[in-house]
């Protein structure tokens, strides 16, 4: 049996390619571990002791916060703010940027994040999820900016999610391919599980919210109905899988192939999903895999952020499917 690779170990053989690293981003990937391993047992007693439930709050998306986004918000902080790390974070669930604290050293990276992603599927058991994006410090202030926040999707040093699912695993990339860890509760380490992940090129499974089907643009609609049209040799109709969390909906299509899309609609017309925590993390990673992620226009990692909240509209996953979605949209095809 060949040895267990933990995900400490696996930081440190990578890092060893750069003679130059200080261990800093090592350092910050493992403390990302770390919280994900606090998060992960407290999702896992979520049905046992009682923090589950809508504190009566209101974040700043105007979405109602259940008391487990608050515990990993709170996780992901308190076991970043001290370490030297960081010059700034920006969290989905905090309006402005989170700076550090005087007494603390600042550091040279960024992290963003979404404590917890898909938090409305908490009470039913269902996978939810964090997501993080890392960035080199820009700016030449002495601490943290909104300019160090608002860079181009491609500056990412590093992007990854952990799920909380059947089991926790956590996937990222730092531009050296996509690493899978699934986190073995009974000696509380991350083991690398998925090597080098790659995605299909092309997939057959279409996930979102058909229930926004009658609000969405033409092109969006047309290829729903393309992909649902039977036709055997290119492999439709496509199944339908959709569980209403993006790590988990992403996860699946990433590892069996497919298409994620969160189009706009008349009442959101950027859609749902925020450019800087969930978008462009998921899409360094799909394309490290030898996926793609586009907003209908552009790649995602092309966009740059104006404002921390910014949403996008989101379509990634297989190439060939994003590439398909595009053509729909910008009516080559019809
Ligand atoms: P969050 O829980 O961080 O607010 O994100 C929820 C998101 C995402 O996980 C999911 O893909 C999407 O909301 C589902 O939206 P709909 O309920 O509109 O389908
Ligand atoms: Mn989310
Ligand atoms: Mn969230």
Known sequence: MPPAITIERHILETQRAYPGATGDFSALLYDIAFAAKIISSSVNKAGLVDIMGLTGDENVQGELVQKLDELANNTIYKALDHTGRLCCMASEENEGIIEIPQRFKCGKYVLAFDPLDGSSNIDANVSIGT????????????????????QQGRKQVAGGYIIYGS??????????????FTLDPSIGEFLLSHPNIKTPQR?????????????????????????????????RPYKSR??????????????????????????????????????????FIVEQAGGAASDGQQDILDK????????????????????????FLNGTRS
Not at 215 to 234: F, H, L, M, R
Not at 269 to 274: A, D, E, I, N
């Open 131 to 150: 997501i993080f994006s890392i960035f080199h410090k820009v700016s030449s202030a002495e601490r943290g900016t909104l300019e160090d926040c608002l």
């Open 167 to 180: 089991s926790t695993m956590m996937v990222y990339t730092a531009g050296n391919g996509v690493h899978g």
């Open 203 to 235: 997939g057959n499974i279409y996930s979102c919210n058909e229930g926004n089907y009658a609000k969405w643009e033409n092109g969006i609609q047309k290829y729903i109905d393309y992909v649902k049209t039977p036709d055997k040799a290119s492999g």
């Open 242 to 283: 959709y569980i209403g969390s993006l790590v988990a909906d992403f996860h699946r299509n990433l590892l069996y192939g497919g298409i994620f899309l969160y189009p706009p609609d008349k009442s959101n017309p950027l859609g749902k999903l925020r450019l800087l925590y969930e978008a462009n993390p998921l899409a």
């Open 304 to 327: 740059t952020a104006r404002e921390l909240h910014e949403r996008t509209p989101l379509y990634i996953g297989s190439y060939e499917d994003v590439r398909d979605i595009e053509s």
